[in-house]
């Protein structure tokens, strides 16, 4: 019975690769879809942002309008309508502006005001070329149900 001879294994060198099998082309195109998706989520944020103000903005003025045409109904005093107004947007929220200037009252009572207030952005209000985008204001109009 003859012994048996043991094999010897060589190993194989390595071959030499190429930078596109380390996986670089996949980590560049990962770095270049998450820039994208910050960019595209920063300016959804921003949209959003602006979007919801422009509709709180909306219901508010056409709550404070109604409050001032409810005080307009009771004391007949422009100022004090105004007051009320300035009161009730401000009780919804301490940002909200109601503009002097744009105050009406119409014989049947029917008041019509612009209510104003800055959105809260992420840079938009930040630099000064973009300031005004974040600045929402809308004209609103209200009349009471009082009898």
């Known amino acids: 019975m003859q012994a048996a001879v043991p094999r010897v294994l060589r190993a194989v060198p390595p071959v030499a690769t190429s930078g596109r099998d380390r996986g ?4 560049g195109w990962l ?11 920063l300016a959804l944020f921003e949209a959003i942002s602006i979007g919801t103000t422009t509709a709180n903005v ?5 709550y404070a309008a109604q409050e001032a045409s409810a005080t307009w109904d009771q004391t007949r005093n422009a100022q004090s ?27 049947d009572g ?9 959105a809260k952005t992420l840079l938009l ?16 109009e209200g009349r009471s149900v009082q009898s």
Do not use: C, M
């Not at 670089?24 to 980590?27: E, P, R, T």
């Not at 200037?101 to 014989?107: E, G, M, S, W, Y």
């Not at 029917?110 to 800055?118: E, N």
């Open 125 to 140: 209000f930040r630099w000064h070329r973009t300031a005004g985008w974040a600045h929402v204001s809308r004209a609103a």
């Open 31 to 41: 770095t270049r879809l998450t820039v994208v998706f910050a960019v595209v989520g």
């Open 58 to 62: 909306a219901d508010q003025g056409s």
């Open 24 to 27: 670089d082309i996949v980590l």
């Open 81 to 107: 309508a105004y007051e009320a107004a300035v009161t009730a947007a401000v009780d919804q929220n301490a940002e909200n502006v109601v503009s002097t200037k744009d105050f009406l009252i119409d014989p």
């Open 110 to 118: 029917t008041v019509h005001l612009v209510i104003s207030r800055d």
